[in-house]
């Protein structure tokens, strides 16, 4: 989805619009959104083909609560757009569909592997992965960023997952099918299904092999923690594992590369930036913030009502199904100032674009070490970038993705230091 700031006043209706058409977000949608929150802090949307309810809240305090009380709003039954009504097979098997306590006994060991000490301790050997992926565009001239950055969760999280390189193309290309199956670049025969089915294929097949390594020589890896932990008294078998190797990879590969390049558009928009937002370490990591927030690579969060509740004024059954938009909470006007401009120097910086609660995304610590050495890296070699062709944008409802930014990237005539 293209990020534009709506002109002041403009108003755009909403009642008409399918929001889970994945063509509706060609545009951007965040006048729809503003729209929204200035009218009312809930809204009411029915999915076309079967006629299923959900509500739908754009203000940030409503989906702050949503996305963090997993009491009242559940995972279990799906967490996107595609799952109303229907829900998802993979319910109570992987920690994105499943909430404490068994979502605990998963997320503790498996977080051990994928802390804030373990991603430091292996800073050396990721920041020379985001280099090398970044070199190209280090060395000047012309090429498309968002091509480049596909396999950038995979130079974090690869390797702390235990997954060999070999794997690493496959799985980047296939998660991004298996979220945005309508996108022309990731169609495969004639139909969303057979989209899905080859994307499922592919990974699974990928899984099983890595899980049949790993159980014969396990390592200090994420596969190797799922392998070895238990929940509810039993070990997870090899679907529970693939399943969870799944969802993680699916969190990665879907979000951190958007932000990467969303970030570096915007700095290109605003070329006065660049400098100053890649002074230093310090700079950058707000600038990831900034970017995370600017981008919201997730538009929405969906919960199931678990319990009789009533949030905004409105009172939700058990069974309800609700649709956090996270892409307009983090330009609710109450929480940001001057929420539609790209201030690299916002702080606090309160966005959910890692989620919240027990579902805070796990992968938050790799994913803002890889975005912080690629700016550091881009910052030191280049004094500026620019679009150089037509950019596209992922075809989804859920994912604010680019697939395609060709980009001339300007290196500076003498290097800044390296840090």
Not at 107 to 116: A, G
Not at 273 to 279: E, G, I, P, S, Y
Not at 307 to 313: L, P, R, S
Not at 398 to 403: K, L, P
């Amino acid at each position: 989805m293209e990020i534009t700031a709506p002109p002041p006043g403009l108003r755009v209706p909403y009642d008409d619009v399918d929001v889970t058409d994945p063509g509706a977000y060609a545009q951007c949608r965040h006048a729809m959104w503003r729209t929204m929150r200035a009218d009312t802090a809930v809204t009411r949307h029915t999915v076309p083909a079967t006629g299923d309810v959900f509500w739908g809240f754009g203000r940030y305090a409503e989906c702050d609560r949503i996305v963090k009380d997993h009491r009242v709003f559940g995972s279990e039954d799906g967490t996107i757009l595609a799952s109303v009504g229907v829900g998802d097979s993979a319910g109570g098997r992987t920690i994105t569909l499943m909430d404490p306590p068994l979502h605990t006994d998963i997320r503790r060991p498996t977080m051990r592997t994928l802390s804030h000490s373990v991603v430091r301790n292996r800073a050396a050997g990721i920041r020379e992965r985001v280099r090398a992926l970044a070199q190209p565009c280090l060395d000047g001239g012309e090429h498309d960023f968002a091509k480049l950055m596909r396999l950038l969760p995979m130079a974090v999280i690869g390797e702390l997952m235990g997954i060999p390189d070999g794997y690493w193309e496959t799985i980047a290309f296939y998660t991004t099918a298996s979220i945005a199956p309508d996108d022309p670049e990731y169609v495969s025969g004639q139909s969303t299904h057979e989209t899905l089915r080859r994307a499922h294929h592919e990974l699974f097949a990928c899984f099983a092999e890595i899980i049949e390594t790993k159980r014969a020589h396990p390592g200090e890896d994420l596969v190797s923690a799922l392998i070895a932990l238990e929940t509810e008294g039993a070990p997870l078998d090899d679907l529970r594992v693939a399943l969870n190797c799944y969802s993680f990879l699916l969190g990665a590969n879907s979000t951190t590369p958007h932000v990467a390049s969303h970030t570096l558009l915007a700095l290109a928009q605003r070329p006065h930036l660049w400098d100053a937002a890649l002074a230093d370490q310090a700079t950058t990591t707000l600038l990831v913030e900034e970017g995370s927030r600017w981008t919201t690579p997730t538009n929405h969060l969906v919960r199931r009502v678990r319990e009789d509740t009533e949030i905004a004024g409105t009172a939700l059954r058990k069974g309800d199904w609700v649709c956090a938009w996270v892409a307009s909470a983090n330009r609710d006007e109450t929480v940001f100032a001057d929420p539609y401009t790209f201030d690299p120097t916002r702080s606090p910086n309160p966005h959910l674009a890692f989620g919240g609660g027990p579902h805070y995304c796990i992968g938050a610590p790799s994913s803002r070490m890889a975005l912080g050495m690629l700016f550091e890296e881009l910052g030191t070699a280049l004094e500026g970038v620019e679009p150089s062709g037509d950019i596209t944008h992922l075809r989804s409802n859920w994912i604010n993705g680019i697939t395609s930014m060709p980009m001339r990237f300007h290196r500076r005539r003498s290097s800044r230091s390296s840090r």
